[in-house]
């Protein structure tokens, strides 16, 4: 059994379990065809997460994280997942990696957005959505660039996921300073803990508005019901999707076979 640990966290929400399921099952068989010993399932919990006793440390010995051991076993804290030592494939966003785990990881490849509005490519942007009122939706513009309608967010109540998530708050952040704005044109601002959870909160009339990430979003219409009462009113601009890492330690010779399998899985 292998003692290496994978997970495809950022977007396995309950309905997907399946497909991502299968797109693990494609890429451990390519691994494996490689030599690469993938584990058979992913990890979904602290639980699955091997012990790091003392604590995991970085390569200067400098303690980062707690012994996954010592964590809720039914919880899942991703920064334990992308700081494991054990991990050999995971997903993370550009938000943690530019607030420092990029120091502790290595970055396979990039996914590719091309399958959702608002994506092209490795790249991918924010819808931002708020309460329908009956108009027509904010189509994706073909640039990029981003599309903010100031007068119509002034003054409203944000909701993100993620202090550190690059698409549901980061992102908005630097498109409003480019606009010569910043957060300080909503009224409030408040945290969801999940792209999901901002939407049921517009929907439920608890916030006005939130920034999410375009394969969220077309999640989001596949299954939450609550996305039918919200709409797209704009986008922010086109940034680098969330990359696929590994640990620091994962041999060279083993990141370029599975930067190989990756690629031939398209």
């Not at 981003?146 to 550190?164: C, H, K, S």
Request: charged share 25%; glycine share 10%.
């Amino acid at each position: 059994m292998s003692k290496l640990v994978a997970a495809l966290p950022m977007y396995d929400w309950p309905e997907m379990r399946g497909e991502i399921d299968a797109q693990w099952a494609r890429l451990r068989d390519a691994f494996r065809q490689r030599g690469i010993d993938a584990p058979e399932s992913m990890a979904r919990s602290n639980r699955d997460l091997p012990p790091v006793p003392g604590g995991i440390r970085d390569g200067a010995g400098k303690l980062i994280a707690p012994d996954p051991a010592t964590l809720p076993a039914d919880e899942f804290d991703f920064h334990q997942l992308w700081l494991s030592p054990a991990l050999l494939f995971g997903q993370t966003c550009w938000g943690p990696m530019e607030l420092g785990l990029a120091e502790h990881v290595q970055v396979i490849a990039q996914p590719g957005y091309d399958a959702f509005e608002g994506g092209q490519g490795e790249l991918y942007s924010s819808a931002l959505v708020m309460l329908a009122d009956g108009g027509p939706p904010v189509a994706s513009p073909e640039d990029g660039k981003a599309v903010i309608p100031l007068d119509l967010i002034r003054g409203t109540r944000f909701i993100f996921n993620d202090l550190d998530s690059m698409s549901g708050l980061i992102g908005l952040t630097r498109d409003l300073e480019a606009m010569g704005e910043s957060l300080e044109i909503f009224a409030s601002r408040s945290e969801s803990g999940g792209h999901r959870s901002s939407i049921v909160a517009i929907a439920e009339g608890r916030a006005d508005i939130a920034a999410v990430d375009c394969r969220s979003w077309a999640l989001a219409q596949r299954f939450e019901p609550a996305a039918r009462h919200v709409k797209v009113v704009g986008w922010t601009a086109r940034r680098k999707g969330l990359p696929f890492i590994t640990a620091r330690t994962t041999p060279a010779d083993v990141v370029a076979s599975m930067r190989a399998a990756v690629a031939a899985a398209g």
